[in-house]
């Protein structure tokens, strides 16, 4: 790839549960966590077909990533974003993915903290 493209696809505070944390109790059950995704991909075709199979069916997306964060257990947000980031690549014909985990309410005094990776085809 020459180029990123500046087109994308997004997924905004999606709310997915799973275990995560470093010790307990945050690990003894799952908690909700906020995941943003930006999926970078070149959406000049479904632009003029108005096809859904010429660009990433974000409904399916989601729904991948709230079972994925179900089934795996993180000690960190950081390890949680690589992993997801490299499944969206695995899966869909993007060019690069940007995926921010969040946890809400996690340190006082915050809304919530998280990290974002970055990652290109």
């Known amino acids: 790839m020459d180029t990123l493209t500046s087109d994308s696809i997004i997924i905004t505070d999606l709310i997915a549960s799973g275990i995560i944390g470093v010790k307990h109790p945050e690990r003894d059950n799952p908690q909700d966590l906020l995941i943003n995704i930006t999926l970078f991909k070149d959406l000049h075709l479904v632009g003029e077909t108005d096809d859904i199979t010429d660009t990433v069916n974000y409904s399916s997306a989601a729904k991948m990533l709230i079972a994925e964060v179900s089934s795996c257990a993180y000690h960190t947000v950081e390890a949680l974003a690589g992993h997801l980031s490299q499944l969206l690549l695995d899966t ?18 915050t809304t919530r903290v998280g990290a974002e990776v970055f990652r290109i085809r």
Do not use: G
């Open 92 to 109: 869909y014909a993007i060019d690069a993915v940007r995926v921010r985990v969040e946890k809400p309410k996690k340190v006082s005094q």
